[in-house]
T-cell receptor, first 112, second 116 residues
Framework: DTGVSQDPRHKITKRGQNVTFRCDPI?????LYWYRQTLGQGPEFLTY????????KSRLLSDRFSAERPKGSFSTLEIQRTEQGDSAMYLC??????????FGEGSRLTVL | AQKITQTQPGMFVQEKEAVTLDCTYD???????LFWYKQPSSGEMIFLIY??????QNATEGRYSLNFQKARKSANLVISASQLGDSAMYFC?????????????FGQGTRLTINP
């Protein structure tokens, strides 16, 4: 499978715990994006990388959130001290220099 | 700021009929892109069609076409000859065109159900 891969697909955690999601983009894609989708809503932009550089972060990305793409390949999104409001689907997408976004199937987070 | 409005929370259509999903947008940008995505129950967002703000002709991709009316700021998706597999959530989105980055702003979506 050569699509965007996300892991884990589902995560249930208790409030206050840290969680980390991983995204493996399509190999030749230099841009990688993170979006968040809450129930009944469309996805919302969080941040994006061009190669290893994080070029923009949304105001939605509080200090408890950190994203990295250390070697310009896979990316991680960590949420520290999770809150119930963090419960959502976290979607990763990648794109070549010119072309449409290819999304992964998402990582669903439930914070109890 | 950009905004997408999808006013149809749900649509029910008979198989083989055509269906139009409404989308209006608001932006002060001169250059922007308009997108439609399909989201089946598996959760993956599947790209359907793209229209650039300076494209004079409406985009088409197979059974999908985008009815772009710039003056009315609308970008409706038309699906011809609907199939049972078309049942899904459909999202309209837009992005400014800045060095190729796609910071999409999505609408709230329309749930399309195709009845046999």
């Amino acid at each position: 499978d050569t699509g965007v891969s996300q892991d884990p697909r589902h995560k249930i955690t208790k409030r206050g715990q840290n969680v980390t999601f991983r995204c493996d983009p399509i190999s030749e894609h230099n841009r990688l994006y993170w979006y968040r989708q809450t129930l009944g809503q469309g996805p919302e932009f969080l941040t994006y990388f061009q190669n290893e550089a994080q070029l923009e972060k949304s105001r939605l990305l509080s200090d408890r959130f950190s994203a990295e793409r250390p070697k310009g390949s896979f990316s991680t999104l960590e949420i520290q001290r999770t809150e119930q409001g963090d419960s959502a689907m976290y979607l990763c997408a990648s794109t070549p220099p010119a072309g449409e976004l290819f999304f992964g199937e998402g990582s669903r987070l439930t914070v109890l | 700021a950009q905004k997408i409005t999808q006013t149809q929370p749900g649509m029910f259509v008979q198989e083989k009929e055509a269906v139009t999903l409404d989308c209006t947008y608001d932006t002060s940008d001169q250059s922007y892109g308009l997108f439609w995505y399909k989201q089946p129950s598996s959760g993956e967002m599947i790209f359907l069609i793209y229209q650039g703000s300076y494209d004079e002709q409406n985009a088409t991709e197979g059974r999908y076409s985008l009815n772009f009316q710039k003056a009315r700021k609308s970008a409706n998706l038309v699906i011809s000859a609907s199939q049972l597999g078309d049942s899904a959530m459909y999202f309209c989105a837009m992005s400014p065109i800045i060095q190729g980055a796609q910071k999409l702003v999505f609408g709230q979506g329309t749930r399309l159900t195709i009845n046999p």
